[in-house]
Structures are given as structure tokens and as C-alpha cells.
């Protein structure tokens, strides 16, 4: 049967699944060099946003012959060189419905607590201060959330801030999607200026850099408040600082950022903005969902 190398680890009953099919399941994480020689002996290799699978990577096993296809246990795909995979005859899978509750719901997670001025209120209390008056804030229910892109997350968040009460309108590359009517479609630039909230369901793009930058940040309502549990880049982290700073922004919510662990020790300690380190599938629910659809995937090739 076939040796499947896990990396980034994955759900104990998935593993176990596997190993009861008569997979030989390894799960440890290897340093690039160490990982360029063991895939050369994989048949199948299952990362999440921690191992990087570039060119070089592919190339060498690839060059083996052996493994068959890498599978991303989440949605983002942008650690993995798809293109060249392709070219080198490699697949990529990910599990893409498995976790889009778990990250709509981290995303509204970190809606509350920016819109209540949660995290400055933790961090001054543990300081034995008392500051009743400093965090009046704002509620959910009556304001725009704005949405750019709108897929699978994008549409279970939608779901659940409409329920609170919430105007959602939305754009996406594709265009208007037929079955939502219950949300506006508007263009980007129009998102920015009519959203209280911005919550972003976007890939990074490396060649098209940030998809909000200084430019699109200077279009936002004053005081509005950006969210994202996207990927890292899609936000100019400089340009998001010097908003937060300035009080053009009211506050960020940030899971995931251009360097991850991410140095950026100026942003994460902005006392407007709550960050996460990069856990929007971090559920058990959504770890177990993506271990059956790794199991599933698995069965299809071999």
C-alpha cells in the first residue's frame, strides 16, 4: 500500500483510518533538505500551512518517480507550487468545505472582540487596571460587513452576521453569484466605501501583491474596522500600522500575516487589534472533517 509522509500533523482517528487501510503513515515535520530526500521514497504527502512545497521539492521527487500527490489538509494552496507540480505531474488536493464554518466563525470571533475592545480590556485588567470607561464600544447588529470574496467562508459568515442582524454585501473576481440575492453585490472599490467591517476570503497572489494597501485603506470609512483570516500578504502590514496608528481604522483583527510566526511585534501589540496565530481551522470539528476528506482522497489513489 502506499507511504503517506504527514508533516504538519493531522486528526488521530484520520491517521488511524489510514493505517487500518494498510498505509504506512508517517507523521513528523522535516527541515526543506531533510524533506527533498524523504518524499523521494513517499507516495503521498499531506502538509498544512507550515511546510512549504516549492519547485525544488517537486523536482525531487519527481525525479524519483514515486509520489503521486500532495494533499493540502485546508483550503489555502499557495505553500504548495501548483503550477509546477503540474508540469512535474504531481497532484495537489485540499480539503475545502472541511473548515469553512470553523474560520467564518473565528472571523466573527474576532469581530466581537475588536467591535467590544476585547483584547485591550484582557491585557489591561491582568494589569490591575479598571478601565470601565475607556472601552465603550459598538454592536454588530445594524452595520455593513463587506466582503471580498466570496466563497464557501465568505458565505458561512455571511449567513451568520446577517442572523445578528447584520447588511452583508459582497464582491468576488467572478462576479454576482446566482442563489444569494439576500446580499448586495457591489465592486471592490464600493465595498470599501459602504463597509463598516471589511472581512477578506481571498488568496495571496504573489505577483499582484497586497489587495489592501494604502490606496484601498484610504478609501475605507473612517473608523471602520478590517478583518483577516485570509492568508498572509493580502494586507500591506506597514500600511495597516500606520492606519491603526493614525485612528483611520478603528481596529484589525489579524490571523494570518506576511511572515508567519510573524516578527511584526509592532502590529500584534497595537492595543486595536486582536490577532490569532494563524488558527482559523484549529477546531476539533474541522481537523475532523479534513482527516476524512484526507482519507477519502487517499482511497482515490490507491
Not at 46 to 53: D, F, I, L, P, Q
Not at 159 to 178: C, N, P, Q, R, W
Request: overall charge negative.
Amino acid at each position: 500500500m502506499a507511504k503517506i509522509l504527514v508533516t504538519d500533523g493531522m486528526d488521530a482517528k484520520a491517521a488511524a483510518a489510514l493505517k487500518e487501510l494498510g498505509h504506512e503513515v508517517v507523521e513528523e515535520f522535516y527541515a526543506p533538505e531533510v524533506l527533498a530526500e524523504k518524499v523521494k521514497n513517499a507516495d503521498a504527502m499531506v502538509v498544512r500551512s507550515a511546510t512549504k512545497v516549492p519547485a525544488a521539492i517537486l523536482d525531487s521527487a519527481a525525479e524519483a518517480g514515486q509520489l503521486k500527490v500532495v494533499i493540502r489538509a485546508g483550503v489555502g494552496v499557495d505553500n504548495i507550487d501548483c503550477v509546477h507540480a503540474k508540469e512535474v505531474g504531481i497532484a495537489v488536493r485540499n480539503t475545502p468545505a472541511a473548515s469553512s464554518s470553523a474560520v467564518a466563525e473565528l472571523a466573527l470571533a474576532h469581530m466581537f472582540a475588536v467591535a467590544r475592545h476585547l483584547p485591550a480590556a484582557n491585557v489591561t485588567m491582568r494589569g490591575d487596571e479598571w478601565n470601565k470607561k475607556a472601552y465603550k464600544g459598538i454592536e454588530l447588529g445594524g452595520k455593513t460587513l463587506g466582503l471580498i470574496g466570496f466563497g464557501r467562508i465568505a458565505r458561512s459568515l455571511a449567513e451568520k452576521a446577517s442572523a445578528l442582524g447584520m447588511k452583508v454585501i459582497y464582491t468576488d473576481i467572478v462576479g454576482k453569484f446566482d442563489g444569494f440575492d439576500q446580499f448586495e453585490y457591489m465592486e471592490k472599490e464600493d465595498i470599501l466605501k459602504n463597509s463598516d467591517f471589511v472581512s477578506l476570503h481571498i488568496p495571496f497572489i504573489k505577483e499582484l501583491g497586497a489587495t489592501i494597501a494604502a490606496d484601498e485603506i484610504a478609501i475605507m470609512k473612517d473608523g471602520a474596522y478590517l478583518i483577516n483570516c485570509a492568508r498572509g500578504g493580502v494586507v500591506d502590514e506597514a500600511a495597516l500600522v500606520e492606519a491603526l496608528k493614525s485612528g483611520k481604522l478603528s481596529a484589525a483583527a489579524v490571523d494570518v500575516f506576511e511572515c508567519e510566526p510573524t516578527s511584526n511585534k509592532e502590529l500584534i501589540n497595537l492595543p486595536n487589534v486582536s490577532c490569532t496565530p494563524h488558527v482559523g481551522a484549529s477546531t476539533k470539528e474541522a481537523q475532523a472533517r479534513i482527516g476524512e476528506e484526507i482519507v477519502s482522497i487517499i482511497k482515490e489513489y490507491f
